[in-house]
């Protein structure tokens, strides 16, 4: 029963190779969020979808590409991976918020990546 | 340039007794504050809010205070539980920004037996 669940958990690459995130969440939200914990534990986002569109996209290199093919998916690809790559990338997801209601965001666990 | 900053990375505490953690802010648009509680190799996990019309929450062992004059708002668990160990996040958002959160870099606590 799993409310954000991300696959895979860990995952260790070498330089240059491209791989894929998936995330999924059965709490029947319609916005979903990427966001990347760095070394020094800062959480930041990276991405947020509603609905299948691209609503927030901030300052991240266009090697990292997310996809949401449906509502209950956001998948994050990243090309050519390098050492800075490293960290802890989690996924959210919330119902779509408008004006002063604020959803709260429900957090997947996590996928450990680690680049070499 | 951080917008949400936690300035004690860490804090011990006897159980029962309370926990204060602390969050400013400078990003003035801000009208929406959280706190979410992590655990090792879990996610963040939702533990109460506050909006800026309000300068106190309250929800069980929980109370956030905001203070928008100086910018900042706290954490008080009373009385601290052993369970309560974990890394506390703070985070805001802005209206114009939808549901963006910026989070601070995190407090671990530690509650002693």
């Known amino acids: 029963d799993t409310a954000v669940s991300q696959t895979p958990k860990y995952l260790v690459t070498q330089m240059g190779n491209d791989k894929s995130i998936k995330c999924e969440q059965n709490l029947g939200h319609d916005t979903m969020y990427w966001y990347k914990q760095d070394s020094k534990k800062f959480l930041k986002i990276m991405f947020s979808?509603?609905?299948?569109?691209?609503?927030i996209n901030e300052t991240v290199p266009n090697r990292f590409s997310p996809k949401s093919p449906d509502k209950a998916h956001l998948n994050l690809h990243i090309n050519s991976l390098e050492l800075g790559d490293s960290a802890v990338y989690f996924c959210a997801s919330s119902l779509w918020t408008s004006g002063r209601v604020r959803e709260t965001q429900y957090f997947g666990p996590g996928t450990r990546l680690l680049v070499l | 340039d951080q917008q949400v900053k936690q300035n004690s990375p860490s804090l011990s505490v006897q159980e029962g007794r309370i926990s204060i953690l602390n969050c400013d802010y400078t990003?003035?648009?801000?009208?929406?504050f959280l706190w979410y509680k992590k655990y090792p190799a879990e996610g963040p996990t939702f533990l109460i809010s506050?909006?800026?019309?309000?300068d106190k929450n309250e929800d069980g062992r929980f109370t956030v205070f905001l203070n928008k004059s100086a910018k900042h708002l706290s954490l008080h668990i009373v009385p601290s539980q052993p369970g309560d160990s974990a890394v506390y996040f703070c985070a805001a958002s802005a209206q114009a920004a939808g549901n963006k959160l910026t989070f601070g870099g995190g407090t671990r606590v530690l509650v002693k037996p």
């Open positions: 979808y509603n609905n299948k569109e691209l609503i």
């Open positions: 506050i909006s800026s019309i309000k």
């Open positions: 990003n003035s648009m801000f009208d929406y």
